[in-house]
């Protein structure tokens, strides 16, 4: 039999021995007393529970207690993004998790767990705003009002350095100066690179410029001189050091047939990591006319009685040697064409027979690093002997050969591109000076 009538005695200093039950007040959650007081017993109806009221909120008679037991993910600074917890008791809806900054204002986000034991959380915008270092406390409340243990993340600042832009879920730091990068309290993994070096200047009255070194680690591309993709590498929390190697100066002594120079060496040193990509060799020139080796190397230029040159030799995995000048002046008489410089992707072009046009600069190579393809690293166009058309440069930045009495034209910037050569015999002529390089770097954050 229920007791449903309670006299005047009371009955939480006397015995009861029924063996029946207590009536006790039943309704759905929305049939709750509009002014509860503290100790206030009811079922809920909706959820099939005993409930009471602590004073602030209502809560089942018997809860369960909630654990936290790990947060994966991070807290990158300024970057918005998700958390997987993991633990139990989550219950099946409305998990309360609390964000609570040292020293700052707890940030909460209401979930649905995906089970009793996980569920994944937005990070609120005012907890990723907050600075590199900061300690957030992590909690969850389940349904049963109950708060779990507490877990902390601290903030991290994102990689930086160089030009940075995304693609897809890829972060890309696009360096087209010497600076660092530096990452701070992460380890990135699969990290892949693309560092092209400067390009050699055109040869004076002579042969292309050779295109700096190109090397790749990007995947299902390739690196310069017919090479597959080198190994992507990780990188440890440290600063990295990135250099960006400028173009070969090309002589600028009118008529005076001098050597130009080689481009300088792009890098990324740091850690245990170290990658360097030789500079262009630059073109040979009409007193000494041998191309100089490079990451791809420089194009010969015309000597006086013979015309024969040998291309410099490319670097093995950066690029391709310049080309070629067997068809020598052989005395007077018109010039043959000059050879161009070899290109990432390709040898220069072989010089051609007397008063022929000059001859291009080897082809760069393509790559989407940056989620568009580029194609960089072309080597520069040969001189024109006396037919006044100058050698093009090689796809990817190399300079085209300055037609009869014309402007020269530069290796392109940031692309590694070998100079064109001086093609003219006015003395206000002069080669064109090798593009500076560039060094990219891409990862997805852990």
Partial sequence: MAIDKIGSTQVSDDANTSTGAFDLPAGNTAQRPSSPTSGNLRFNSDINVTEFYNGNVWGKVSPVTPSLTSVTGNIYNSLAGNLTLAGLNFLTANLVVKFTPAGGSASSVTVTPSSDSAATVAIPAAIYGASAGTVITITVTNSDVVESNELTKTVIALPSGGTITTSGSNRIH????????????????????????????GGDYGGGGGAGGYRSSVVGENSGGGASAESRITMAAATYAVTVGAGGAANTTDGGYQAGNNGSASSII??????????????????????????????????????????????????????????????????????????????????????????????????????????RAGGGGGQNGSSGIGGAGGAGGGGTANSYNGADINGGTNTGGGGGAN????????????????VIIRYQLP
């Fill in 270 to 375: 740091g850690g245990s990591v170290s990658i360097s990509s030789v500079g262009g060799g630059r073109g040979g020139h009409y007193n000494n006319n041998n191309g100089q080796a490079g990451g791809s190397g420089g194009g010969p230029g015309i000597a006086e009685n013979t015309g024969n040159g040998v291309g410099g030799a490319g670097t093995s995995g950066q690029g391709y040697k310049g080309g070629d000048n067997t068809a020598g002046r052989g005395g007077s008489g018109t010039y043959p064409g000059g050879a161009g410089g070899g290109g990432a992707g390709a040898v220069g072009a072989d010089g051609s027979g007397k008063g022929q046009a000059g001859q291009p600069g080897g082809v760069g190579v393509a790559s989407s690093i940056t989620g568009s393809s580029v194609t």
């Fill in 174 to 201: 696009t360096f087209n100066s010497s600076a660092n990068f530096v990452v701070d309290n992460i380890t990135l993994t699969n990290v892949e690179y693309l560092v092209v070096a400067g390009g050699g200047s």
């Fill in 423 to 438: 093609t003219g015999t006015s003395q206000s002529n002069i080669a064109g000076n090798g593009g500076s390089g560039v």
